[in-house]
């Protein structure tokens, strides 16, 4: 069996996005309801966190800095010592609804910037979200409204990620009465998603599909919310392997590491009693036997 190893004790609310940032060695990620933007450095496990004034659904190395994608729009973090964030609005969202923010989210192979949107209250059901893209080729796009939706109609997407050679994108939609992930037609020079159908049908298997990555050899890992697990597709659609964690609900994994061989894991702490899984909300690392891709840097 696989070593999964605890290597931040986070506690987070909701652990979300990580990303690996192979220059300072560094896993970045966030805590989305806390709106909390954190930092685990590989060579020595220290711990570094910075708090923006609104919630952070997902991240993306832009720069010297990042890009975050929360309620209200797009905005560009530049993370400074003693815990001092600057939080510079790029782009403003309209929601349709009041109650939402963005959630999952992911830059293509070229640096476009894909979030999805949700309604912050899950029991509504409510298929209100859409998937925005971004590209940045305006620099004076400061205070301006998103792309409109590329896709429409979603409840809690999810488990965006881009094939190695970027022709493929995936989604997910994690809400209970969906479980779906979805394969498109991606256009690389376009950045236009067409074609749609259906990848997995997450009903018939263990979790709910959320956050997901790519690995070098085109597979799909994704966690299975609820089941405490991670599952791996092939390009396919086929699970080849499961990788049981020691908490219920994993939230997004992403690979980073020396060589790239690790895959880290982010997870949900519950309200409530938590006694039969101490560790919920923590930051998890195992080497599961396969290579992961660099994310790209958001253009921009």
Same mark, same amino acid.
Request: glycine fraction near 12%; charged fraction near 20%; include cysteine.
């Given at each position: 069996?696989?070593?999964?190893?605890?290597?931040?004790?986070?506690?987070?609310?909701?652990?979300?996005?990580?990303?690996?940032?192979?220059?300072?060695?560094? $896993?970045?990620?966030?805590?989305?309801?806390?709106?909390?933007?954190?930092?685990?450095?590989?060579?020595?496990?220290?711990?570094?966190?910075?708090?923006? &004034?609104?919630?952070?659904?997902?991240?993306?190395?832009?720069?010297?800095?990042?890009?975050?994608?929360?309620?209200?729009?797009?905005?560009?973090?530049?993370?400074?010592?003693?815990?001092?964030?600057?939080?510079?609005?790029?782009?403003?969202?309209?929601?349709?609804?009041?109650?939402?923010?963005?959630?999952?989210?992911?830059?293509?192979?070229?640096?476009?910037?894909?979030?999805?949107?949700?309604?912050?209250?899950?029991?509504?059901?409510?298929?209100?979200?859409?998937?925005?893209?971004?590209?940045?080729?305006?620099?004076?796009?400061?205070?301006?409204?998103?792309?409109?939706?590329?896709?429409?109609?979603?409840?809690?997407?999810?488990? $965006?990620?881009?094939? &190695?050679?970027?022709?493929?994108? =995936?989604?997910?939609?994690?809400?209970?009465?969906?479980?779906?992930?979805?394969?498109?037609? =991606?256009?690389?020079?376009? *950045?236009? &998603?067409?074609?749609?159908?259906?990848?997995?049908?997450?009903?018939?298997? &263990?979790?709910?599909?959320?956050?997901?990555?790519?690995?070098?050899?085109?597979? =799909?890992?994704?966690?299975?919310?609820?089941?405490?697990?991670?599952?791996?597709?092939?390009?396919?659609?086929?699970?080849?392997?499961?990788?049981?964690?020691?908490?219920?609900?994993?939230?997004?994994?992403?690979? +980073? +590491?020396?060589?790239?061989?690790? $895959?880290?894991?982010?997870?949900?702490?519950?309200?409530?009693?938590?006694?039969?899984?101490?560790?919920?909300?923590?930051?998890?690392?195992?080497?599961? *036997?396969?290579?992961?891709?660099?994310?790209?840097?958001?253009? +921009?």
């Amino acid at each position: 069996m696989l070593n999964v190893e605890l290597i931040v004790d986070a506690r987070c609310s909701t652990g979300e996005s990580p990303v690996w940032d192979a220059a300072g060695q560094s $896993l970045w990620w966030v805590d989305i309801p806390l709106g909390r933007l954190h930092r685990w450095r590989s060579v020595d496990g220290a711990v570094s966190t910075w708090t923006a &004034p609104e919630m952070l659904g997902c991240i993306a190395r832009s720069g010297e800095g990042w890009v975050a994608a929360a309620q209200s729009g797009l905005f560009r973090l530049t993370p400074h010592d003693g815990g001092v964030l600057d939080f510079e609005l790029i782009a403003s969202v309209t929601h349709p609804h009041s109650g939402m923010r963005f959630n999952d989210g992911r830059c293509d192979r070229q640096g476009r910037l894909w979030a999805g949107t949700m309604l912050l209250d899950m029991a509504k059901a409510a298929a209100v979200g859409g998937l925005y893209r971004h590209t940045f080729e305006d620099a004076s796009c400061n205070a301006t409204l998103l792309n409109p939706p590329v896709v429409h109609g979603l409840i809690v997407p999810n488990g $965006l990620a881009f094939s &190695p050679d970027g022709r493929t994108m =995936y989604l997910s939609d994690s809400h209970p009465s969906v479980q779906a992930i979805w394969t498109f037609d =991606y256009d690389p020079d376009a *950045g236009l &998603p067409s074609n749609r159908r259906l990848f997995v049908d997450m009903k018939t298997l &263990p979790g709910r599909p959320d956050g997901a990555a790519i690995d070098a050899d085109g597979c =799909y890992w994704v966690c299975g919310n609820d089941a405490g697990c991670v599952h791996r597709f092939t390009p396919d659609g086929r699970l080849d392997r499961t990788i049981p964690l020691p908490v219920k609900k994993p939230a997004m994994c992403a690979f +980073g +590491g020396p060589g790239l061989e690790t $895959l880290f894991i982010t997870s949900i702490r519950p309200e409530g009693d938590v006694s039969d899984q101490p560790l919920a909300g923590g930051v998890f690392a195992v080497r599961p *036997g396969a290579v992961g891709l660099l994310e790209p840097v958001c253009r +921009g």
